[in-house]
């Protein structure tokens, strides 16, 4: 059983690669970005709430993110394990997390952290805008934001990881197979 976290910059893989290590663990992959676009799309409540904030690349407010979340953990199909993609995101949603884990009785067993640098970034999100029309990758600012939302909110949450011993960090740069090799050789490790 494997309960993991799989986080990074945007464009880093976190999306490709989380459904992959999902299949292959035979556990569920859970992406809050996920959940937002199909929400947008289906113009739900939570749909509009979150819109203008994925829009400009900016974080959802975490009261929402984390109530999302908390009703998604307690699924039948996260009961054996989960790997969480693009949640948590800063120290308040860490703090949710641990919580939400306490109530459950469960721990995370491995954080695992995707790099690459930002010209590659933002070379594939500018891709994906053509190929998906996503709103968030076509736009310059969107994408800047996100990187920025990362580095200032999102990197400390990561070292808080790394101290607590769960952290692997693997290069997220090459091939999708090559990296889906190095992913699961870290997972081994
Ligand atoms: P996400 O859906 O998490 O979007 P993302 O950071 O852009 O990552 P994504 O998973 O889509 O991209 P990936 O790196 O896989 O979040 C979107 C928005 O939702 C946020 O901006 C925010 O507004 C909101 N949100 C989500 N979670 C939140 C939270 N916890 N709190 C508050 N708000 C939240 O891949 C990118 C591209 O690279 C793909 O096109 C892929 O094909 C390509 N790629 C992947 N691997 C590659 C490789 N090895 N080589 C070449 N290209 C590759």
Redesign the pocket.
Known sequence: MTRMLIV??????????SKRIAEDLGIVAI????I??ANIRGETELGRE?KT??DA????P?SV?NRMVEDRLSWEDARGGFLL??????RT?VVALDEMLGRLGVELDVVLELTADREELTQ??K??AE??GRD??ADESAIRR?LELFESETAPMIAEYESRGLLRRVD?????DE?NARIMDALKG
């Not at 990074?8 to 690669?17: C, E, L, W």
């Not at 992406?31 to 996920?34: I, L, R």
């Not at 690349?57 to 959802?60: C, H, I, N, S």
């Open positions: 990074g910059p945007a464009g880093s893989g976190k999306g490709t690669q992406s809050t970005g996920d937002f676009r979150a904030y994925v690349g900016d974080l959802v975490d993110t993609d693009g949640y948590p995101r800063n949603q594939r999100l891709r994906r190929i998906e968030d990758d996100r997220g740069l090459g091939e999708v990296v």
